[in-house]
């Protein structure tokens, strides 16, 4: 029998204080009061409110430069040029996948996150390097951090011969979803680029989720054929459009026809919420139903300097992408990185009731806005019932060379 | 005379390590190896980075609730409606002006800003009050805390009578600039209320501020109209326009047209750079020597449950907003944090050379640019020689109920 853990007097999103016992990694029972037993680790909460663990829905875990020497940017802005870059700097600087995986899941744990969707590169430069690092952090924070690894074309599909076999190599070895990015931006063959993400998805029995940069009506027209595509393979549900520039075009009456066949595909999105990109509306998604969840994208790499892994700024960022002011749009702008990003990875329990995984962070706020607002360092972070994080830093067992 | 103050191994703007010695509120001398004397305070900055004195140069020192209880922000979001709810809400919550500023400028010392424009709400409702309270507060932190008052008509000028003449008193007792906001959207007379605020400005030789939210072809026209009695009063860097959202409006030839009279006209911008509007491009502005400096606007207040008074946190915001990664970019959004703030105030001995007033704010970070992408906690902010702020907190004398 494992042991107990009671949590006391925790606002639970913010609502009147209550306890929480987690037995066996689960949350087991909430009242007004517990009484602590024999042997129960007893934690007091002092009326701090918990949030569940945050989810970051869109990361890049095998491209993070956390704990390595500052790295100068100064390459260009176009696409291409940072992934041409990156491709080369990962030769010069010593970017080991799995060691910097862990170092951004170590952070990450600090700042309350206990599920990461994870696009991982593979190209025919590197091969499946990257994918088998974020496989090794995956299987070590097997029991604290859930982790999907994505099998990402970064460099291109149909423009780098041998990209689709070692995608399918990834998918046999354990990757969770097959990835995409840009039919026609990058590839130049959008038909031929879908055609055979859609081939490895039904193949395999993986979902999807395409990065879509491509802006205006040509981020249109591509994100139309992934639809008829998903319509066709009949994969509601499975399918997801990460960034989808194109949606925060000024054609309303385009983009609005363009939401309404998302909701009726199932099809899920994800954003970072970028100040500098026109961007998906939260608030019109939620009208529709579409699950809309958000992403650190990649932090202090070789593309940015910005990031620290923390999904409270993240919150921050989507709601004043959004506009988002009044309590009710700030709760929003937190799901996207709580309850959204869990329905789009399909989490198993996720949530704070009884039967729930017990993955929890508790912030020292006095209102659920202000974990938004403030972001305080995270006074304790739980995750499948094991106390990870204190006041801001990751514990022992889980920190990473 | 005054004590010597110290500063060991610090590196200004990320340079090499040096010494640094300050005496009567002044840097008196930068070198490899500074030697203590008797009685000398003496710091040891273990290589941290050195940046000037923080500029918060676009605040509402009079707004905010910091320290009161969360406000919950049900309002509209028309600027129409955020004002009158705003002005009811002063006589419902207990916003006393003196107060709120002293605990804003207790936190933004904290952080590390040392000079502050905070435009103060003058209206027919409450005359001259908030005024009172800021200026009280601006006499309690003078040593440490430079702050510049403008008298800012939030509730309109010609729509609601008197306030002209509230004006007029405030500038005799002391407000430093005279503001306005949105000629055509606010008051629906950009001809009387241009006329009146550049009429203030004439009348007591005093600079101008004002706030353009108004957008695309109305903001410009108003700007033009700016810019016209900028030209025919010689106010030639005397005029400052905060927001601008005209300015990032689609229509290249347009604005570029009319960035270059803002240049030849030696008008200065300021800007939140919000991720839900239109923005001034700080690289346009940059290429044509336009000024442009940062504001946090509002922190917290019943506008935005936003904020926390952090201007690298702002720096942050105008590098995403800018879609800045290269580290001279960067550099270019902390000089609208600093220097570019500085010259909109123009602040006196601004900088880190010797000469210099000491305002100074330690970060332990690799590099500079992370003093921006990080942000971690102040370890020493110096202000006019004297230290206020360690590890993030405000040291006691500056300290505010």
Redesign the interface.
Known sequence: MTKRLLLKTLRLMGADPVDVLIEGGRITRIAGEIPAQDGDTVEQCAGAIALPGLVDAHAHLDKTLWGM??H????G?SLQQMIDTERSLRHELDMDAARQSARQVTLALSKGTTAIRSHVDIDTDHGLKMFEGVAETRARFADVMQIEIVAFPQSGMMIRPGTVELMDQALRDGADIVGGLDPCGIDRDPKGQLDAIFGLAEKHGKPVDIHLHEAGELGAFSLDMILDRTQALAMQGKVTVSHAFCLGMNDTARVNAQLDRIAALGVSLATT????RPVPSVAACRERGIAICAGNDGI?DT??????ACMLERA??V?????F????E?AWALDTCTTDGARVMELDGYGLEVGCRADLVLVEV??L??A???RPARRLVISGGQIVARDGETLGPWQSA
Do not use: F, I
């Not at 002011?325 to 009710?328: F, G, H, Q, S, Y």
């Open positions: 020497p500052w100068p940017h100064a390459q802005k919420a970028p100040a500098s202090r593309w940015t300097p910005y990031g620290n921050m960022l709601g004043l992408r959004n506009n002011r009044a309590d009710v700030v006095p209102a806005s202000e938004v607002t403030q």
